[in-house]
Nanobody
Framework: QVQLVESGGGSVQPGGSLRLSCAAS????????MGWYRQAPGKSRELVAD???????TYADSVKGRFTISRVNAKNTVYLQMNSLQPEDTAVYYC??????????????WGQGTQVTVSS
């Protein structure tokens, strides 16, 4: 079983920055894609950004130029640097990983979520 543990959420004023981290643990053979999603109250969960093992990235239009996703493959860890945060970025942020576990079975795992609140 692959588990994801997130850290780095919190409260910040508009224009501030936060950095989220997510580490995957378990018997992992390969992680194809790691990503961050978010869900605001009353809204559906949406993709914020993701990154492949080769470093290809995808960003939601709303965060382009403000957020940067990165990963360290050797540590099975993904990061999300969030700059110029705005109140509309307030949400629970979830880490996601898609890959192959030690049993040679495909897995897709979610973290428990971390709250990000942007408010003055």
């Amino acid at each position: 079983q692959v588990q994801l543990v997130e850290s780095g959420g919190g409260s910040v004023q508009p224009g501030g920055s936060l950095r989220l981290s997510c580490a995957a643990s378990g018997t992992i053979l390969d992680i194809y894609t790691m990503g961050w999603y978010r869900q605001a109250p009353g809204k559906s969960r949406e993709l914020v950004a993701d990154i492949t093992s080769g470093g290809l990235t995808t960003y939601a239009d709303s965060v382009k130029g403000r957020f940067t996703i990165s990963r360290v493959n050797a540590k099975n860890t993904v990061y999300l640097q969030m700059n110029s945060l705005q109140p509309e970025d307030t949400a629970v942020y979830y880490c996601n990983a898609d890959g192959v576990a030690g049993t040679y079975r495909r897995f897709g795992s979610w973290g428990q979520g971390t709250q990000v609140t942007v408010s003055s």
